[in-house]
């Protein structure tokens, strides 16, 4: 199926930066803007966000997910759940198409696709994650500060995320589940600071409603938690619509976007949130929600530009 139907804007991704984008559009009461969600992604993973202002006791990922397409909703954004598998650009529009063969058309186009994290499939795992597992030292080493904490990962990645994480625990094992190289400057530096290392496979996360309390191996060896982080890298970069469309990606693969407007490379199509190079932090994909929506704004009304005096790009 073919909508006829020509949106302001389209939105790929109902993480947390297209929703704080939607809502944002919506909120100008003038355009006509449709998100289109595959329901799977980093925030409906993380059980618990710690570090958000407003939320002392913490935020689930769904949650939030949850109060944002509500928010938006109200404000006549609407909503798709499915799967984005094309991007084109054509007489100036773009137009995706979804799993099931559906295209969308619209004047604009703003990728919020996101970043997913590598992790082995083991039982336990999900769980945990945001409530006592954690992926990120900034957003979340402060939850493990003092505790006993165990850090699951491969290789090099694993070991430049355990130095970082020994400056909030002194108790602190690292086990590289894929038994992948590790350089010897990098095991000496672990030494160092007292960091246990440990290689085998992970058999299972043990918990208990969401609190990790050990990692247990395949070859029978249980280590003991009362945190637990994850660094397996390789984490999946969802840019593949933004390649398809010709915007600039980095050497990571992540998007590259005007630092002022979040715009791509690409006239007319934007990027925010994980996908772009930034602080993966859920606070700045809102901001980067927000920004990219103002300026999809100013796109699409000429007239507001001349009532502040200049263009898009000259706005201050």
Not at 133 to 147: A, K, L, S, T
């Amino acid at each position: 199926m073919t909508s006829s139907k020509i949106y302001d804007c389209l939105i790929v991704g109902g993480g947390i930066a297209g929703l704080q984008a939607a809502i944002q559009l919506g909120r100008y009461s003038v355009h006509q803007v449709l998100v289109i969600d595959a329901g799977y992604g980093r925030s409906t993973l993380c059980r618990q966000y710690h570090n958000l202002l407003g939320f002392p006791e913490g935020v689930s990922g769904e949650e939030l997910r949850s109060r944002g397409r509500r928010q938006a909703e109200s404000y006549g954004v609407e909503f798709i759940l499915a799967r984005v598998t094309s991007a084109v650009k054509l007489e100036g529009r773009f137009q995706v198409s979804t799993s099931s063969g559906d295209k969308y058309t619209a004047k604009t186009l703003l990728l919020a696709t996101g970043v997913l994290d590598r992790f082995p499939e083991v039982p336990g795992m999900i769980p945990t994650l945001g409530l006592s597992v954690y992926v990120c030292p900034d957003c979340d080493g402060y939850e493990i500060q003092g505790r006993k904490t165990v850090l699951m990962g491969a290789g090099r990645p694993g070991a430049e995320m355990a130095l970082l994480l020994a400056e909030r625990t002194r108790d602190l094992t690292y086990i590289n589940h894929e038994r992948s190289d590790v350089a010897p400057q990098l095991l000496q530096q672990m030494a160092e600071r007292g960091i246990r290392y440990e290689e085998g496979e992970i058999a299972e996360v043990q918990q208990s409603e969401g609190d990790i309390r050990s990692v247990m191996l395949k070859d029978g060896r249980s280590f003991a938690a009362e945190r637990g982080f994850i660094a397996f890298g390789g984490n999946e970069v969802h840019s593949g619509l933004a390649a398809q469309l010709g915007a600039t990606l980095s050497g990571n693969r992540h998007v590259e976007t005007d630092p002022r407007t979040k715009q791509t490379s690409v006239p007319g199509v934007w990027a925010a949130g994980d996908l772009g190079l930034h602080a993966e932090q859920v606070s700045v994909a809102m901001g980067e929600g927000s920004i990219a929506a103002i300026w999809i704004h100013k796109a699409l009304r000429p007239c507001y530009n001349q009532l502040n005096g200049g263009d898009a790009e000259d706005d201050s």
